[in-house]
């Protein structure tokens, strides 16, 4: 496969773990793009990045870099993609990928348009453990698909100002954990959810701070989950079926599952790759789609999850200073 040549724009904490990442593989991140040029270049001495661009806007002008990580607050997503898709490069770009179905249906034409590989970096789609159990569950040994539960709490400070509360950085728990809930539910369920029921508790700040979410598609197939930034809860989802369920612990980047089978109480542990390795699998996977290899980047999921977020925050009347 060729070497590929990528470039990140924004160089903050998740920045940090891409570019150690793709030194596992024994290549630097070749460039880096930043608000805020001071940081760009400590991000490449730290990291070993030859190129840094005076204005973030260069890097899509870079004929040298074939992908470009967008790692940046949410609301400014859509604007880097559409600059990085016109200029033919491909984009990994963080979640929550755009703020509404809208903007991503727009990316995604771009990119089609200009045979382009447009993904978001949802590790669920990209770590082993879940590609491994979507197979046991795909062999039918545990029957039909009945509920999922996923629950998503982290403990955030209470300061309407940083990027979890703040609206102005299209911030929430939707947004920003629930993605990966319905990312987890949309990874087992064998179509979309058609029906959706919510509950929200908002922030002072306007954004969504806890939420109850249920979910069916037309198998029946439901879904609870349950979002806050301001409780920890236990990072385990469940999956469960006619003659078994699933535990996965350690979510969103697990490694390890059980698997308990109902009809005689046996157990099966599940381990397959690395925690730590969460974003090398991004990365190898991302390639292999710009190669052509393969495709497991999983738009159409990505869209899904996209659509239902923006329902959500339609029946709560819940819009970012973007959309108007
Ligand atoms: N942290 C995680 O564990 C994690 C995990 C998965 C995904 N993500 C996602 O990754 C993205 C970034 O998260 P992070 O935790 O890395 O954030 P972070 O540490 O706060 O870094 C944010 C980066 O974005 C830049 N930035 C901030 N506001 C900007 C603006 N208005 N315009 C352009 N650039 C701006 C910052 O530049 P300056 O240097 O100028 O401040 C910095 O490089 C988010 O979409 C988040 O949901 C984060």
Same mark, same amino acid.
């Not at 947004?175 to 922030?203: C, H, N």
């Not at 009809?263 to 090398?280: F, K, M, S, Y």
């Given at each position: 496969? =060729? ?23 024994? =290549? ?23 190129? *840094? ?37 491909? *984009? ?24 382009? *590989?447009?993904?978001?970096? @949802? ?32 403990? =955030? ?65 439901? %879904? ?10 236990? =990072? ?17 980047? %697990? ?27 991004e990365i190898l996977d991302m390639e292999k789609a710009v ?5 497991? @980047? ?10 239902? @977020? ?15």
């Amino acid at each position: 496969m =060729k070497e590929y040549c990528w470039a990140t724009l924004g160089c903050g904490e998740i920045a940090r773990q891409l570019a150690e990442n793709m030194k596992k593989r024994g =290549k630097a991140l070749y460039g880096v793009g930043n608000r805020t040029y001071e940081n760009a270049v400590k991000f490449a001495q730290t990291y070993g990045v030859e190129k *840094v661009y005076h204005n973030v806007h260069d890097i899509f002008h870079d004929d040298k870099v074939d992908i470009i990580y967008i790692s940046t607050p949410h609301n400014t997503h859509i604007t880097y993609l559409i600059e990085a898709l016109k200029s033919g490069k491909h *984009v990994l770009c963080e979640k929550s990928v755009t703020l509404n179905s809208a903007e991503l249906a727009e990316a995604a034409d771009l990119a089609g348009k200009n045979n382009l *590989v447009l993904a978001e970096a @949802m590790t669920i789609y990209h770590m082993p453990l879940y590609k491994k159990l979507q197979e046991v569950v795909k062999s039918g040994q545990l029957g039909p698909l009945r509920f999922v539960q996923m629950n998503f709490g982290s403990y =955030k400070d209470y300061d309407m100002e940083n990027r979890f509360f703040n609206r102005n950085l299209a911030g929430g728990a939707l947004l920003d954990i629930g993605v990966y809930a319905l990312s987890f539910a949309r990874w087992f369920m064998t179509e979309a959810p058609d029906q959706i029921l919510s509950q929200v508790k908002l922030a002072p700040s306007g954004v969504d701070e806890q939420a109850g979410i249920l979910l069916m598609n037309s198998q029946q197939e439901m %879904a609870t989950i349950s979002l806050s930034l301001h409780a920890k809860q236990p =990072k385990r989802g469940t999956v469960a079926f006619d003659k078994g369920y699933i535990e996965i612990y350690e979510y969103p980047r %697990a490694d390890k599952a059980v698997i308990t089978y109902t009809e005689d109480n046996r157990q099966e542990v599940i381990e397959a790759g690395n925690t730590d390795d969460a974003l090398l699998y991004e990365i190898l996977d991302m390639e292999k789609a710009v190669s052509g290899e393969a495709d497991e @980047m999983h738009l159409e999921y990505t869209t899904d999850v996209m659509n239902m @977020m923006t329902r959500i925050r339609s029946d709560w009347n819940m819009k970012y200073p973007e959309e108007g």
